[in-house]
């Protein structure tokens, strides 16, 4: 598993996260305080609060090409 925070601030952000990651087949989460969202879930990101980083945990240890498509996104 790996988790990385990062930035969606804009409608333009959570449409590229959600398209990118629905292309794997493994299970990606976004986390935000106590809320869990399954990633590929467009209305269940758009139910975090968004103002402030959240954190995306990636069930699988091979997600090099998955981190370098969201690299924009990741707060460094």
């Known amino acids: 598993m790996k988790s990385v ?7 333009q ?7 990118t990651v629905s292309m794997y087949p493994y299970d990606i989460d976004v986390r935000s305080g106590r809320y869990v969202i399954d ?3 467009l209305l269940g990101i ?7 980083p959240v954190t ?11 981190l370098k498509e969201l690299d924009e996104l990741i707060v460094k």
């Open 56 to 66: 995306l945990e990636i069930y699988s240890d091979d997600c090099g090409e998955l």
């Open 5 to 11: 925070t990062i930035k969606i601030n804009t409608t």
């Open 13 to 19: 952000n959570v449409k590229d996260l959600v398209n």
């Open 39 to 41: 990633a590929k879930s």
């Open 46 to 52: 758009y139910s975090l609060d968004l103002t402030k």
